[in-house]
């Protein structure tokens, strides 16, 4: 494998040529610093832009055309990286080796023309189609109250800090949304390719020549941009005391969640020992949260730790009865308490390193994955895979301790269902 | 040991069958560093009713007991936890219980020997008590209480529901409340004795491994054990009749946008097609209809019946096929009756079945790059067929259009059911 950076000015390629895949995956992203107003107008434009084009005017059209390219994936999303809201537009194809000739130029084409060439009609975006994807995008907005897990979990951010980007709900705002039109959109779209930073990664078995070649005639674009900021989100207030909310769903099972900031992490803490607390606490079938709230007290299904590095965040979440609430936060608790006070094995440490280990080696086995370790070095300055499994092995058991000290529980937060005799 | 390529993809299965009658089947893959490992018995929530094992009489357990069996064989008698072993060589471990089949796993670059043999030990020693198993009971009814709040499990398992009348794929794979509360100890081992035996049971590994030190590894493993001579089992045969059991169902639900599902009912054993051609041309024919490509779905986006693609899914018995053919809308009673005028007239052309036919030859060169697709790949090729079909490609380039044309004239869609979501 190997990689290779390409600077161009108004855009970054970053190539990693292998011959271990029968697909050539790519993914053009498109960034800037987060911004809540705009959340919804990026949103509404990775439909748009998939939606039709100047070549394609329907998604039935561009459906038939994907067949007919091998049976070519594209999709876009928007997501929030911490101080930088990301678009970014995939797609992955067969290989000229099991397809025929032309095929990656016809692809490539293929996809920059849906970012080059909007279906534009009098200087504003087609209507039809920016109805069909205003609504969708409502549709999505509305379900999220028919996704538990999700809206509990947007609660619980939104009630830690309502100000912060990990407040902000991923898919935007009804009311946003409404005041949006097709030319004010138009307007939002040569703004991006305009000022956002561009880095196009892409991954298989490529010509660079070719692959410039390509790229240089199609992607046209001029305008210098300046380099980044950090992505991190650091808080500006932690609170000593936590605070409990509690709000009622019509749902069989309760969902609770446990919101905590982390406090001056240092970049290797940030980089390594949080993923090795988080493992042992709830990362794992294995973990503390599981064995005791699970194994040994029946008091739930699930139960999960995640550690969202980019916010700053440890987020604790468990399926429960209503009526086991103070149980399960008292049991939470504890396992928090032990592993402050070193309450754990080195072999949970061993286990941990191997686990993250064998991660970095199975990310080698998925294209996208390789593009996702790639993202992060350019974003977050993660170090490479080679350097992460080495690192990954310093990781002590006074490492964890002390960083186990700079996990503050901020909110508690109970999506209540009913509630039952306890079994 | 067997070797067979599989056509165009640049790989080759390896298969070998034991003395004690457990069947193994390995596709290497060189390029990656991963390993899946999957054992799989041929016994799921469709196995509900059979003669147990050393006895006479046909007997039926609560339902749910498949599922149940799954969670229970974690518990070891000397008290080591599976996850933990696997935890601790840095591999994933999990398990599975479908209507068809129940599957142990693990997948991870390392250890695979050791991997393995633990793999084969634990799901080869039950260890079942009065105490863990109402323990169990607690975790089973928090998991049906998650599936009851998902609006998309309960559309789908009402679908079954009321689509089937005597078979058990009617009922959903974990079984309800009631049922899981009355199983014991006792159901679990007679059932685990009847369907645990390696006569009924197969191993795939897909990856990074030597097909022959894998086979000497299990070999090893099945030399160090004793198992009773594997018999058949006489299970119930039901005599599933072609109409539903209800055809129209209204279910409220603390949702937003409401929701449909459309069941049709398709006795393939009447079209004499085996299982293999109405999956194949069926699907076929149904994207061309109602999928992303069609016009059916275009015109409803027009029209703002629906926002996103009409989804579609197939399950089986060994007579009937089920079309699921979900949408979500508020117009639910004009998405409906769109859907059943285009069932009534289903079309196609040459150009759009080639074209399908490219595509889904195209998925089949995507998927072999995935080592965790092929596995399940050939899991449900077992399943399905008792064999490994290495000619996929192939086969679907041999898929005619005249007998599409056929196929859509003789099929009879007027058994179905509808399930409908709304919000409370």
């Known amino acids: 494998m190997n990689y290779k950076k390409i600077k161009n000015g108004a855009y970054n390629i970053h190539l990693i040529n292998t011959d271990k895949f029968k697909t050539i995956s790519v993914r053009i992203n498109f960034k800037r610093k987060t911004n809540k107003e705009e959340i919804t107008k990026r949103n509404l434009l990775t439909r748009v832009l998939l939606e039709s084009n100047e070549f394609y005017k329907t998604s039935r059209l561009i459906e038939i055309e994907t067949e007919k390219l091998y049976g070519l994936m594209l999709r876009s999303s928007s997501t929030i990286s911490g101080n930088y809201s990301v678009m970014s ?4 194809f067969l290989n000229e080796e099991y397809t025929e000739k032309g095929l990656l130029e016809k692809s490539l084409e293929f996809i920059l023309s849906f970012i080059l060439n909007p279906e534009i009609e009098n200087k504003e975006f087609n209507e039809k189609n920016f109805n069909l994807c205003s609504n969708s995008l409502k549709q999505e907005i509305q379900s999220l109250k028919e996704n538990p897990d999700k809206y509990g979990m947007h609660k619980m951010l939104e009630s830690m800090n309502p100000s912060a980007p990990y407040a902000i709900n991923a898919d935007g705002y009804i009311e946003d949304l409404e005041k949006i039109t097709p030319k004010e959109l138009y307007e939002y779209y040569k703004e991006i390719i305009k000022s956002d ?112 590095p980019v916010f700053n965040l440890l987020i604790i979440k468990a399926g429960i009865d209503a009526n086991n609430f103070e149980k399960s936060i008292k049991l939470i608790k504890q396992e928090m308490k032990n592993m402050q006070l070193g309450k754990f094995e080195d072999q949970d440490i061993e286990a941990g390193i191997i686990t993250y280990k064998n991660t970095f080696k199975e990310v080698e086995d998925s294209a996208f994955s390789i593009l996702n370790a790639y993202t992060s070095c350019e974003y977050l300055n993660y170090d490479t895979l080679d350097k992460r499994t080495k690192e990954i092995e310093k990781v002590t058991k006074e490492d964890i301790i002390k960083v186990s000290k700079k996990i503050h529980i901020d909110t508690i937060f109970l999506l209540e269902g009913a509630m039952y005799e306890e079994n | ?44 929530s469709n196995n509900d009713e059979f ?49 068809y089949k129940t599957t142990y796993l693990f997948s991870g670059p390392e250890f695979f020997k050791e991997n393995i043999n633990y793999l084969l030990d634990y799901v080869q020693k039950p260890y079942f008590t009065d105490k863990n198993v109402e323990k169990e009971k607690g975790i089973i009814i928090q998991e049906i209480k998650m599936y009851q709040d998902d609006p998309y499990s309960v559309l789908y398992e009402k679908g079954l529901y009321n689509s089937f009348i005597k078979h058990p794929i009617k009922i959903p794979v974990i079984g309800d409340i009631k049922n899981v509360s009355q199983i014991t100890k006792e159901d679990l081992y007679t059932c685990y004795n009847t369907f645990y035996n390696p006569g009924n049971m197969f191993v795939v ?39 539903v059991e209800k055809e129209i169902d209204t279910i409220k639900m603390d949702i937003n946008i409401p929701k449909i599902t459309l069941n049709y009912k398709i006795n393939y054993n009447n079209l004499n097609l085996d299982l293999r051609e109405i999956q194949s041309y069926l699907s076929i024919i149904t994207d061309i209809n109602i999928g992303s490509t069609s016009i059916l779905n275009e015109k409803l986006k027009n029209d703002n019946v629906i926002t996103s693609n009409l989804d579609y899914t197939f399950i089986y018995t060994d007579k009937h096929i089920l079309l699921t053919i979900l949408g979500e809308t508020e117009k639910i009673e004009l998405l409906s009756s769109k859907i059943e005028e285009k069932m009534n007239n289903l079309e196609i052309t040459e150009e759009e079945f080639e074209r399908k036919k490219l595509n889904t030859i195209s998925s089949y060169i995507f998927m072999s790059d995935n080592i965790f697709s092929m596995n399940e790949k050939v899991m449900n090729n077992i399943i399905k067929y008792n064999e490994v079909k290495t000619d996929d490609i192939e086969y679907i380039k041999n898929l005619s259009f005249k007998k599409a044309t056929d196929i859509i004239k003789k099929l009879d869609l007027t058994n179905k059911c509808k399930v409908i979501i709304e919000p409370k």
């Open chain 2, 205 to 243: 590994v897909t990856g990074n491994v030597d097909p022959q030190e894998v086979i000497e590894i299990i070999k090893q493993n099945q030399n160090n054990k004793e198992f009773e001579k594997f018999k058949p089992i006489k299970q119930k045969q039901y005599d599933e009749p072609d109409k």
């Open chain 2, 51 to 99: 003669i147990p094992l050393n006895e006479k009489k046909m007997k039926s357990f609560p339902l749910g007991i498949a599922h149940f069996l799954e969670h229970k064989m974690f518990e070891m008698e000397d008290g080591t936890d599976p996850f933990e072993i696997y935890s601790n060589n840095g591999a994933d471990a999990n398990a599975n219980t479908s209507n």
């Open chain 1, 197 to 308: 930073l561009i880095d196009i990664f892409i991954i298989g078995n490529i010509n660079e020549t070719q692959l410039k070649t390509i790229i240089n005639e199609k992607l046209k674009i001029n305008t210098l941009k300046r380099p980044s900021e950090s992505h991190y989100v650091t808080h500006k207030k932690i609170n000593k005391k936590s605070k409990i909310e509690k709000e009622s769903g019509q749902l069989e099972q309760s969902k609770l969640y446990l919101g905590c900031k982390l406090d001056n992490l240092t970049p290797f803490e940030q980089k390594y020992v949080m993923n090795m607390y988080s493992f042992i606490l709830g990362g794992s079938p294995n973990s503390k949260l599981f064995m005791n709230l699970r194994e040994k007290n029946s008091l739930c299904y699930t139960v999960t730790s995640t550690y969202q």
């Open chain 2, 1 to 44: 040991m067997k070797k067979t390529n599989i056509e165009k993809l640049k790989l080759e299965v390896y298969e070998e069958t034991l003395e004690n009658g457990l069947s193994i089947y390995i596709i290497p893959k060189n390029n990656c560093n991963n390993i899946y490992a999957t054992f799989s018995t041929k016994y799921g």
């Open chain 1, 89 to 92: 537009f995939e797609s992955s």
